[in-house]
């Protein structure tokens, strides 16, 4: 097949040697095999050229994430991820955007405002409600199988707990939950000290609390100012390989059953926003993160996992029901 030089070169020699037998102005224009075989393919905001099999994409994505930890560890993580999107999906720039609270997250996805969310279970399940269509992309290898744990100050008395039912000597704490919308950090937690018979609005010392994060429940009840707490297994298990707990004065006490958590939700509408095909090319980007590129390792360490795998909206609906039982989801 002619090189694009080569048939620049021959579509001269045709039109000079036209021009010279002064043949029909219609005759002037480039053979239409020629214009087949260069052409290219555009979608909304796409385009793929022949022989190119990797469509080049253009806008800017917004990317985004429950608050679940401090603003600068989230800085980090999403930070990394933004830059390997934009190294593995042609075209494409990623920005990350911060978001104040849990509810924030959801609110700003259903405005359209964020294009992809780093959501938790009850979060995703929020934000798929206000958004019909919404995409599950993927969650974490350690999502499939999530836990939360309870901890405790040494002071508080509790006994290593074995299983659910022994959840029954939580009650008669202070307690304090994560984020009121934390799937691992208030609504698992709850759910299980209700098959244990503790009520949280009755049976706790004081009200329950809610500290906002994971890592600031770590500190709370490191501090004494609840007796007990319930938090994301992951965060606490990195501190604890970290060495920035104080086990003088916090410990665990019980794991959960597991369930399914996190996950990355999209925007339904994404192909039409940058070009078809965009979605399934992000989507496979995530799913290639397995710590063979380059800063692959550092983000897959940041989210604490190994790689993602694909995830399906039925995963959640355990998550939903709990969440409409206790009153988080309408």
């Known amino acids: 097949m002619p090189t694009n030089v080569q048939r620049r070169f ?6 000079l040697a036209i ?5 029909a102005a219609t005759a002037c224009g480039s053979d239409p095999k020629e214009k087949a075989e260069s052409a290219t393919t555009t979608g909304s905001n796409s385009t ?37 999107i ?10 990350y955007v ?35 269509g919404a995409l599950t992309l993927a969650q974490r290898d350690i999502d499939a199988k999530f836990t939360s744990v309870f901890v405790a100050s040494p002071d508080a008395g509790l006994d290593p707990i074995t299983d659910v039912a022994g959840l029954k000597t939580v009650g008669g704490h202070s307690f304090t939950f994560g984020s009121e919308s934390s799937t691992s950090g208030r609504v698992m937690p709850q759910y299980f000290l209700g098959k244990a018979g503790v009520d949280v609005n009755s049976d706790l010392k004081g009200k329950a609390g809610f500290s906002g994060s994971h890592d600031k429940t770590i500190e709370l009840v490191t501090a ?24 003088t004065k916090i410990v665990e006490v019980f794991r959960t ?44 360490e940041l989210f604490g996992a190994k790689k993602f795998i694909p ?20």
């Open 10 to 15: 021959l579509s001269t020699k045709r039109i």
């Open 19 to 23: 021009t010279l037998l002064a043949a």
């Open 48 to 84: 793929t050229t022949k022989g190119d099999a990797t469509p080049t994409f253009t806008g800017t994505l917004k990317v985004s994430a429950i608050p679940d930890q401090d603003p600068e560890k989230l800085l980090r993580t999403y930070g990394r991820f933004a830059t390997y």
């Open 86 to 95: 934009e190294t593995q999906v042609p075209g494409i720039k990623v920005e």
């Open 98 to 132: 911060p978001v104040s609270d849990y509810q924030a997250s959801v609110s700003s996805f259903r405005t359209g405002d964020l294009d992809l969310v780093w959501f938790g279970g009850l979060t995703g399940v929020q934000a798929r409600n206000e958004i019909p």
């Open 224 to 247: 004494g100012t609840f007796e007990v707490g319930a938090l994301n297994s992951s965060v606490w298990d990195k501190a604890v390989v970290a060495g920035t707990i104080d086990r």
């Open 257 to 300: 059953p597991t369930f399914f958590d996190y996950h990355w939700l999209a925007q339904p509408s994404l192909d039409a926003k940058f070009g078809a095909g965009f979605t399934e090319a992000m989507k496979q980007a995530i799913l290639d993160l397995d710590g063979s590129g380059d800063g692959e390792a550092e983000i897959l």
């Open 311 to 330: 995830t399906f909206p039925e995963n959640y609906s355990q998550i939903e029901e709990i969440g409409k039982e206790i009153g988080v989801i309408r």
